[in-house]
């Protein structure tokens, strides 16, 4: 009986001592596994915070405005990893919640200090914040502190869990092994069932740790994924959210799980007409059963902005019976801008095209003409010079069409090469009034140069200045009545030369200003000569030698072009 009852109360340890202690450990098992999934988040909202750091203080050092929209964007991601700490998080010790507070409140405080300055377009001047920026890296170093100090916590408490896991392993090793050597003591009979009770307990853990193993894995392969993926049950609502989704939708997961897919993110269609719900992909695969594939959708974010995807929904089933679906999307953004690329580049060669078949047609038929005049009848000499100049001015025409094109293949390919040194300003408005005067002289238009005296030498690329002012002068000719004025002054401007074009023709109307330097532009001068590449090459040259061109327009009085060439010293 003494046996029995030994052995009885050995099997009863045997059975709810390891159960006991397997419940403890599959509850450390969870709190490590947390631990594993925040720890790498510290590091991402460490970097966050430092690259919104940088961006503050290459703001105030830089007043680039580009910066801004980089900081906009930034911004948001380091929310969203505190959000997704938060959930991982969340259910476990109280003091997590509190570092955790205190490192929302203090990435507040620091964020608000510049926020006047980075939020919107120039809330308040870089260089008035200046004095500002020790006190934000000081608020930034309390936030890192903080971050660490929470980081520390995280790790001390997962040593300890490890600590505690190690020694509930000892005690159930040891408990195991003394129940079993009671039941041997108490009844050899019992050994058997003893042992196999020992074996289940270890499969069973076995079969704990593969499940574990297994959902990390899954876990590493949805969070490598960069489509995204969204688990939708039969009523149409959220179950899952992968982190490419979340980066993509603007969603975390928390927030669109539980949710109605098809009203959050598939509610309008691109041309910004209403999307039924009967109509929806998700709805047709859960009515179906089958996999429902979609080459060209929209989606729409948090923010109210939609992008271009390609969707494939497919049906999750329990034997014959649907679950529910996998939405998964693809961003299409850079395909999509890659076939619109290709598309403007297609206009672009349709428009070369033309140019070429429309603007070479002409010069090519006047050299045609007047060959064949010199060829067929005799005509005095001066006559036949007359045509010669002729056929000359055409084939400088066509010279110089096919050298813009080649200008303007250069300024859009980057290439456009400008070799600078000490220039004289004089000696290039004399060699384009020698260039441009016979031009003037046939349009019956005064061609004047206004130079003020000892004005320096400029550091620019001669042959390609003479260049931007025979097209500026030929660009007012062209605009100028008979009788008008086109005048080419220099003088002296801070840090370095002025020049200047202006013409008294007709002006430029205001909504045609911003596309005066696009290439082929001709606005209401279709009739007139030229292909509309010259305000265009002048601005990419003037861009190569690192100035603007300005404009300065008012209708019927006139435009004056101007732009600024550093001294040559």
């Known amino acids: 009986m003494v046996a029995l009852g030994v052995s009885f109360l050995a099997l009863l340890a045997l059975a709810l001592v390891p159960a006991f202690l397997e419940q403890q ?7 490590l596994a947390v631990f594993s999934l925040a720890r790498p988040m510290f590091q991402e909202i460490q970097n966050a915070h430092l690259q919104e750091m940088r961006l503050v203080e290459r703001y105030v050092s830089s007043g680039d405005s580009s910066l801004i929209t980089r900081y906009t964007d930034l911004v948001p991601q380091g929310a969203r990893l505190l959000d997704s700490l938060g959930v991982v998080v969340s259910g476990m010790a109280p003091s997590y919640s509190v570092e955790l507070s205190q490192v929302e409140r203090g990435a507040r405080d620091w964020r608000t200090l510049h926020s006047l300055l980075m939020e919107g377009p120039l809330s308040t001047d870089p260089a008035a914040f200046r004095e500002n920026l020790e006190a934000d890296r000081a608020r930034y170093d309390s936030v890192r502190a903080s971050v660490r100090a929470f980081e520390d916590l995280l790790i001390r408490d997962a040593a300890l869990a490890q600590a505690r896991l190690e020694q509930r392993r000892t005690w159930q090793f040891w408990a195991r092994f003394g129940t079993v050597g009671l039941t041997i003591l108490g009844a050899i009979g019992l050994v058997s069932v003893g042992l196999s009770l020992q074996n289940l307990a270890q499969r069973e853990t076995r079969r704990r740790l593969e499940t574990v193993t297994v959902r990390r894995d899954m876990r590493s392969i949805l969070k490598g994924t960069a489509d995204g993926l969204i688990g939708v049950d039969q009523d149409g ?167 813009d094109l080649l200008d303007v293949a250069q300024i859009e390919a980057g290439r456009l090469s400008v070799r600078t040194k000490p220039v004289d300003i004089v000696e290039v408005f004399e060699e384009v ?65 002025s020049v200047t074009v202006s013409d008294t023709g007709p002006g430029i109307e205001p909504e045609m200003e911003e596309h005066l330097f696009d290439r082929f532009w001709k606005g209401h001068a279709d009739g007139t000569r030229g292909a509309g590449l010259g305000l265009a090459i002048v601005d990419g040259i003037l861009q190569a030698h690192g100035t603007r061109i300005h404009v300065e327009t008012e209708i019927g009085r006139g435009s004056v072009f101007s732009f600024t060439l550093p001294t040559g010293d």
Not at 372 to 378: C, I, M, S
Not at 466 to 493: C, E, H, W
Request: charge should be negative.
């Open 25 to 31: 450990e599959d509850a450390l098992e969870r709190e």
């Open 433 to 497: 009034f020698s260039q441009m005067g016979w031009e003037a002289d046939e349009e019956e238009v005064d061609l004047t140069v206004r130079v003020a005296a000892d004005l320096p030498s400029v550091k620019a690329d001669r042959h390609r200045i003479v260049q931007v002012m025979s097209n500026l002068i030929d660009n007012g000719l062209k605009f100028t009545p008979a009788g008008g004025r086109v005048t080419m002054a220099a003088s002296r401007a801070p840090g370095g030369v």
């Open 237 to 403: 609502h959220c179950t899952f959210l992968n982190e490419a989704g979340s980066t993509l939708l603007g969603y975390s997961p928390s927030e669109l799980r539980g949710q109605a897919v098809h009203s959050r993110i598939h509610h309008t269609r691109a041309d910004g007409g209403e999307h039924s719900e009967r109509d929806c992909p998700v709805h047709i695969a859960l009515g179906s059963g089958k996999t429902v594939r979609v080459p060209d959708d929209v989606l729409w974010r948090k923010d109210g902005t939609s992008f271009p995807v390609q969707l494939i929904i497919s049906p999750m089933k329990d034997a014959r019976n649907v679950r529910g679906v996998v939405l998964t999307f693809t961003d299409m953004t850079e395909i999509r801008e890659a076939e619109a690329a290709l598309r403007d580049a297609v206009r672009a060669r349709d428009e070369v095209l033309a140019v070429v078949s429309h603007d070479l047609r002409n010069p090519v038929g006047t050299i045609a003409a007047a060959a064949e005049l010199l060829g067929d009848v005799p005509l005095p000499p001066e006559r036949q010079e007359e045509h010669l100049e002729t056929i000359g001015r055409a084939a400088d025409r066509i010279n110089r069409l096919i050298q």
